[in-house]
């Protein structure tokens, strides 16, 4: 099966400090999208960032950057200058074929 | 633009019943997906519509159906619900099914006692 694993369920970070999220995957595919999303308690999924697999260049958004090691297949996020806001569940998920495969999950906790 | 809304927000059914969930895809958007997110975990792909027709299924049953309309509306039907059926149901909409980016609605929690 091919899958999405979030090795850290819960992480904690104090407020404006700098966070990393760690992911890791498993496809067979050459060509591929990967995402972290980002689910507060209103329970609505915001994309965060994206990553194309035949990109080499890490994605930037912000305070929002990834570390995308295609060989290794991993993907972590990491979060700078962490704000309050930041606190919620965050997803990774790997694009096939047109749809979407999360792992766990990992909740934030930001420190004041 | 306007963005990906679901209906009803909560939804209280008993083992049985059946039941229709609602979604209206931003505009544009010829997909749509609709994923199962049970408690404390990420959400499953139940499947896809593009263009009205169904692109893809997950490892769902057949009494999970659905209907994508021309008008950017969908549904989602459950048949014969099972407490297992209890979750938070996202739907999603793509530019086209070849776009991996999909933006989400803010759920449907249903409930099944």
């Known amino acids: 099966a091919q899958t999405v694993t979030q090795s850290q369920p819960e992480m904690s970070v104090q407020e404006a400090e700098t966070v990393t999220l760690s992911c890791t995957y498993d496809?067979?595919?050459?060509?591929?999208?990967l995402f972290w999303y980002k689910q507060p308690p209103s329970r609505q999924m915001i994309l965060v960032i994206r990553?194309?697999?035949?990109?080499?260049q890490n994605a930037t958004e912000n305070r929002f950057s990834v570390n995308f090691q295609k060989a290794a297949k991993s993907f972590s996020l990491k979060i700078s200058d962490s704000q309050l806001g930041d606190a919620a569940m965050y997803f990774c998920?790997?694009?096939?074929?047109?749809?979407?495969?999360f792992g766990k999950g990992t909740k934030l906790s930001v420190k004041p | 633009e306007t963005g990906v809304t679901q209906s009803p927000t909560h939804l209280i059914k008993t083992r049985g019943q059946q039941v229709t969930l609602r979604c209206s895809s931003q505009?544009?958007?010829?997909?749509v997906s609709w994923y199962q997110q049970a408690l404390g975990q990420g959400p499953q792909f139940i499947f896809q519509?593009?263009?009205?027709?169904?692109?893809g299924r997950g490892n769902f049953p057949p009494r999970f159906s659905g209907l994508q309309f021309p008008n950017y509306s969908s549904e989602l039907n459950v048949n014969a619900l099972e407490l297992d059926d209890s979750a938070l149901y996202l739907c999603?909409?793509?530019?086209?099914?070849?776009?991996?980016?999909?933006?989400f609605g803010p759920g449907t929690r249903l409930t099944v006692l």
């Open positions: 519509y593009y263009r009205e027709e169904e692109n």
């Open positions: 990553q194309e697999a035949y990109k080499q």
């Open positions: 998920a790997r694009g096939s074929q047109g749809n979407l495969i």
């Open positions: 999603a909409s793509a530019l086209d099914a070849s776009t991996d980016t999909q933006y």
């Open positions: 505009s544009g958007h010829n997909t």
């Open positions: 496809t067979s595919e050459s060509d591929y999208y």
